[in-house]
Antibody, heavy 116, light 108 residues
Framework: EVQLVESGGGLVQPGGSLRLSCAVS????????MSWVRQAPGKGLEWVAN????????YYVDSVKGRFTISRDNAKNSLYLEMNSLRADDTAVYYC?????????WGQGTLVTVSS | EIVLTQSPGTLSLSPGERATLSCRAS???????LAWYQQKPGQAPRLLIY???SRATGIPDRFSGSGSGTDFTLTISRLEPEDFAVYYC?????????FGQGTKVEIK
């Protein structure tokens, strides 16, 4: 069974940092682009970042450039999102998704709340 | 960045009726690289359509997509009770990928 399981969310103060992880199973992780997509409470979807199979290409939405870093460890079947200088408007459910174009498999998400 | 505008914001229909959802892009979407997703409360999005008109695996044929360039449409031929949800379009012809703001299909 294909599974993507996010972890690492929680409450963090403005200006703080958090590292999200996504553990995958049931498919050959190293064969796929991967993405992070977020959804603020009661709002729509926003693409955050994606990464090529070997990590050689990465793309970010402008609002997170210089603050967030997407990475992967193919040996551990894991995707990461390092988030620094967090702001209130980063509060959202963060989804890990398989694919860099039109993700067909999504995790259930992890909630990040940025608040003092 | 390509901005996607979906209309209407909310569509109130009855089961069995036809739903037509629109997605308009601020510039042409390369090679019709447009997808549609369905999202229900508390759930992750579900891929319905990619390449503007290709149904994803397991998606019923009452869902169809059409369009090219800047204008795209998702049609649900006959609404089933489980189809009442929010629908998003998303372009992948350029980076960053972008989503529309969503159309809610609610029971009338």
């Amino acid at each position: 069974e294909v599974q993507l399981v996010e972890s690492g969310g929680g409450l963090v103060q403005p200006g703080g940092s958090l590292r999200l992880s996504c553990a995958v199973s049931g498919f050959t992780f190293s064969s796929y682009w991967m993405s992070w997509v977020r959804q603020a409470p009661g709002k729509g979807l926003e693409w955050v970042a994606n990464i090529k199979q070997d990590g050689s290409e990465k793309y970010y939405v402008d609002s997170v450039k210089g603050r967030f870093t997407i990475s992967r460890d193919n040996a551990k079947n894991s995707l990461y999102l390092e988030m620094n200088s967090l702001r209130a408007d980063d509060t959202a459910v963060y989804y890990c998704a398989r694919g860099g174009s039109y993700p067909g498999i999504w995790g259930q998400g992890t909630l990040v709340t940025v608040s003092s | 960045e390509i901005v996607l505008t979906q209309s209407p914001g909310t569509l109130s229909l009855s089961p069995g009726e036809r739903a037509t959802l629109s997605c308009r892009a601020s510039q042409s979407v390369a090679s019709s690289y447009l997808a549609w997703y369905q999202q229900k409360p508390g759930q992750a999005p579900r891929l319905l359509i990619y390449g503007a008109s290709s149904r994803a695996t397991g998606i019923p044929d009452r869902f169809s997509g059409s369009g090219s360039g800047t204008d795209f449409t998702l049609t649900i031929s006959r609404l089933e009770p489980e189809d009442f949800a929010v629908y998003y379009c998303q372009q992948y012809g350029s980076s960053p990928r972008t989503f529309g703001q969503g159309t809610k299909v609610e029971i009338k």
